[in-house]
């Protein structure tokens, strides 16, 4: 449960530093070089320390970075600016942990208790009373029906990652190898780098003229000027999220599972109600606090039932 604990702490720290990178070159890009400034860390620490590229899992990790970082960021991409971020989180976090343990149950045959089941329908309760829109949306034609797909695309993608990082383990161990949480995340990393770029390739293919930048500088601003303001953000995005948070996470997939470690996960958001408060001037409001103490007990109550 700590190493679930030590990922929601840097994934809360990632996303208020992804927001200040997206303001800063655009989601896509800011996404992009997350990973590739994740992927050299970890790789530093894989073929150091670690097993590198090697192992009877690797393919398994690799597919599931496919399918969690590159297919899973890709469409919270895509739904963040149609419903924004409350809506966005409060659907991927509520939809990734029954789809991953439903999957789990099926393929691999991991149930969870009663008593676990509660707890993460509290956790759950609690993160949607924080989270749900105070006040009522409007969106444009087709607008919530594409957003709504998106965020469903993204948490299946998300949980069938997470199930496909917990074969891996199995094939791992079937093998009598060991792998490490930073060697798990690097190699799932190539996985969602690779399908990352193929989609920022796309995205960006109108501006693949303008030397060494993936998106348009806008006039009187220089290349320099651009990643000096955003590199910071881009750099603390990476080393919380993608590199720490997801070597936590896959250190606690090691042994746990998705049923049980997703839930701590989804109070992510509500660990990042102080850091946005500190950082944006962001008040929550009465029913924050609520849900978080909901979320909060929730997650007290899973690890002493586990």
């Keep these: 449960m700590l190493p679930a604990f030590l990922a929601t702490l840097g994934f809360a ?36 320390c670690g097993a590198g590229l090697s192992g009877e899992a690797f393919p398994v990790f690799i597919l599931s970075g496919i ?16 419903l ?7 659907l991927l976090n509520c939809f ?4 991953a343990a439903l999957i789990e149950w099926l393929w691999l045959g991991t149930g969870l208790s009663a008593a676990q089941i509660g707890c993460d329908a509290a956790i759950l309760a609690g993160v949607a009373l924080a989270l ?3 006040r009522h949306l409007t969106f444009a034609p087709g607008q919530l029906r594409r ?24 094939v791992a161990r079937q093998a009598d190898e060991h792998i490490d949480g930073g060697t798990a995340a690097y190699q799932r990393l190539i996985g969602g780098l690779f399908l990352a770029g193929l989609f920022l390739l796309v995205a960006k293919r109108k501006h693949l003229a303008e030397a060494l930048a993936l998106s348009p500088v806008p006039a009187g601003r220089t290349l320099w000027e651009k990643w000096r303001q955003a590199g910071p953000w881009v750099l603390a995005n990476s080393l919380t999220g993608m590199t720490l948070g997801v070597s936590c996470l896959q250190w606690a997939l090691q042994t746990t599972p ?35 103490g909901i979320a909060v007990a929730g997650a007290v109550a899973l690890t002493l039932v586990s």
């Design 67 to 82: 399918v969690g970082i590159g297919l899973g960021d890709v469409a919270m991409f895509q739904a963040l600016p149609r």
């Design 132 to 134: 749900t829109p105070s």
């Design 84 to 90: 924004g971020s409350r809506l966005t989180s409060l």
């Design 13 to 48: 720290l990632s996303a208020v530093c992804a927001h200040r990178a997206a303001k800063l070159i655009g989601g896509t890009e800011a996404n992009f070089w997350r990973l590739v400034l994740a992927t050299i860390c970890l790789a530093a620490w894989a073929h150091v």
């Design 147 to 170: 957003g709504v797909f998106f965020s469903v695309i993204a948490a299946c993608g998300n949980a069938l990652g997470m199930v496909l990082s917990r074969r891996a383990y199995e």
């Design 258 to 292: 998705t049923g049980i470690v997703l839930p701590i996960v989804a109070i992510t958001p509500l660990v990042v109600i102080p850091f946005a408060r500190k950082l944006e001037n962001e008040r929550p409001n009465r029913r924050s606090f609520i849900g978080t």
């Design 96 to 99: 990734s942990t029954p789809f």
